[in-house]
T-cell receptor, first 114, second 111 residues
Framework: AAGVIQSPRHLIKEKRETATLKCYPI?????VYWYQQGPGQDPQFLIS???????DKGSIPDRFSAQQFSDYHSELNMSSLELGDSALYFC?????????????FGEGSRLTVL | GNSVTQMEGPVTLSEEAFLTINCTYT??????LFWYVQYPGEGLQLLLK?????DKGSNKGFEATYRKETTSFHLEKGSVQVSDSAVYFC??????????FGTGTRLQVFP
């Protein structure tokens, strides 16, 4: 079965550079979520989109922006990177926005900022 | 706001031992509760879920029962294997559609 696809899997950037992460949800899933997981930490919610509109916002820095495109894929853009942005970034998708629905996670994109 | 509290890890067990990982939650209304597992170097996988009080979720020998009276969703397994070594996250999904995770509990099983 198709899963959530994230790219790139690994990314190394210098401080103050820009990075873009991509997420391709499971077909027919209309909702995408982005999470950030620091080393040894729990995943922290960043932002979500439903039908290409932002639906919720969490602890996302102003330096980060995201959008969902007409084919439902999403991109997370991170500018002026800082050392503390080094983390595993997960994308999840869902077709059921009720509280009983499952979120399906990708394998994550590991960003290292040097 | 909604939150999840998990027991601190790591939990270190010998193979075939009994496992309990405690999870309690605070939420408005009646959330759904989930356990996700993260194997080394991998993403998050749903292990089991329960959507209403007294429901029992189960999968791969793991079980958890949604206890509304104690606001708990403890994860149990009768006999762990080395391959169960991973980080386990308790999570809830309530009146906002995002998942809220606990801090995770690392399980290490030795032969």
């Amino acid at each position: 079965a198709a899963g959530v696809i994230q790219s790139p899997r690994h990314l190394i950037k210098e401080k103050r550079e820009t990075a873009t992460l991509k997420c391709y949800p499971i077909p027919r899933h209309d909702t995408v979520y982005w999470y950030q997981q620091g080393p040894g930490q729990d995943p922290q919610f960043l932002i979500s989109f439903y039908e290409k509109m932002q639906s919720d916002k969490g602890s996302i820095p102003d330096r980060f922006s995201a959008q969902q495109f007409s084919d439902y894929h999403s991109e997370l853009n991170m500018s002026s990177l800082e050392l503390g942005d080094s983390a595993l970034y997960f994308c999840a998708s869902s077709f059921d926005r009720t509280d009983t629905g499952e979120l399906f996670f990708g394998e994550g994109s590991r960003l290292t900022v040097l | 706001g909604n939150s999840v509290t998990q027991m601190e890890g790591p939990v270190t067990l010998s193979e075939e031992a009994f496992l309990t990982i405690n999870c309690t939650y605070t939420a408005t209304g009646y959330p759904s509760l989930f356990w996700y597992v993260q194997y080394p170097g991998e993403g998050l996988q749903l292990l089991l879920k329960a959507t209403k009080a007294d429901d029992k979720g189960s999968n791969k020998g793991f079980e958890a029962t949604y206890r509304k009276e104690t606001t708990s969703f403890h994860l149990e397994k009768g006999s762990v294997q080395v391959s169960d070594s991973a980080v386990y996250f308790c999570a809830l999904r309530g009146n906002t559609d995002k998942l809220i995770f606990g801090t995770g509990t690392r399980l290490q099983v030795f032969p």
